[in-house]
């Protein structure tokens, strides 16, 4: 199952920042957050990852507590080409470095309004 | 700098035929592994392959199997094709395996069983 839990839906207006949330309270401290997106019929789409501190690249911002059980990805100036689901995932890791495949759940169907 | 490139993309079999499905990484990259995804059941991790080894098993039956070359590229197989094997199978690619390494898809083969 899942270590993650997100709305189901949301929405946005164009050109404004869209913010996702994502809860992960049960997550480990080696245990990397990732980000997708798919848009329908395509392969999931990577956006950005991080372990503990806030990251951001040239997609969007990846903002984590300080406790690590939740985080919010911001995609700054949203576009119509923004629809889409988007998954947080907790990748489950072993010791010495080993990991699990990614675990994706129902993510968030994210709709940009014009 | 190409993507995952997935073969084919489209195809069409019969219950109880077995079918191949082609992936060649990002160049550079030694880790990939298999996802398949349905209406039903979302996204799935079936296996993953580093240095022609699989590393990791998702909970899919022995009739789906895998390998991966000496240079990185992999094919799946099914063998014994039912129905609810139609699907999007996803093959994904990173650097290494384990934690914290972006994994990056392909935009999938789809599979229809009749």
């Known amino acids: 199952d899942a270590k993650t839990t997100q709305p189901p839906s949301m929405d946005c207006a164009e050109g404004r920042a869209a913010n996702l949330p994502c809860n992960h309270s049960t997550i480990s401290g080696n245990e990397y957050v990732y980000w997708y997106r798919q848009i329908h019929s395509q392969g999931p789409q990577y956006i950005i990852h991080?372990?503990?501190n806030n990251e951001t690249n040239e997609m969007a911002s990846l903002i984590i507590t300080e406790d690590r059980k939740s985080s919010t990805l911001i995609l700054p100036h949203a576009t119509l080409r923004d629809t889409a689901v988007y998954y947080c995932i907790v990748r489950v890791t072993y010791s010495g470095g080993g990991a699990d495949g990614l675990t994706f759940g129902k993510g968030t169907h994210l709709i940009i309004q014009p | 700098k190409a993507g995952v490139t997935q073969t084919p993309r489209y195809l069409i079999k019969t219950r109880g035929q077995q079918v191949t499905l082609s992936c060649s990484p990002i160049?550079?990259?030694?880790?990939v592994s298999w996802y398949q995804q349905t209406p039903g059941q979302g996204l799935q991790f079936l296996f993953e392959y580093f240095s022609e080894t699989q590393r990791n098993k998702g909970n899919f039956p022995g009739r789906f199997s895998g390998r991966q070359f000496s240079n990185s590229r992999s094919e799946m197989n099914v063998s014994t094709l039912e129905l609810g094997d139609s699907a999007l199978y996803l093959c994904?690619?990173?650097?290494?395996?384990?934690?914290?390494?972006?994994?990056?898809f392909g935009e999938g083969s789809w599979l229809t069983v009749v």
């Open positions: 160049s550079g990259h030694r880790s």
């Open positions: 991080g372990l503990k």
């Open positions: 994904a690619s990173s650097l290494r395996q384990g934690a914290g390494n972006t994994i990056y």
